[in-house]
């Protein structure tokens, strides 16, 4: 469960930033505040962070049935999703969008051992 969810949500937020880098620098050439394109792209994505947890528990609650409480699925699960996205953030910026995938690949295997 958390290793599909912590990988798919990285791999889904690999594009955040790293699709838009001639974008910044053209409108950070511009004089464009880079804090407030951060914020912006920040804010967009955001909202997902808030649907995934949302809809993969949707489908996994009903097909599993647990014991424990909806409420505190969704708060790990909406942990897990905030914390691969900031991962998948930091390697768009430093690594071409193929390695970028690979590295979020090891590392969500990686980082549950």
Sequence with gaps: MIIGLGLLSTVSALKTFGRDRVVYWREASSGLNPLS????????DYTGVVIKPAVFLAL????????????????????????CTGLAYLL??????ASAQLSAAVLALVNTL
């Design 60 to 83: 996994y609650y009903t097909f599993t049935q647990p014991r424990g409480d909806l409420f505190a699925y969704y708060l790990v699960t909406a942990c897990i999703v905030y914390c």
């Design 37 to 44: 394109f951060f914020a912006a792209l920040d804010t967009f």
């Design 92 to 97: 768009s910026l430093t690594q071409e969008l």
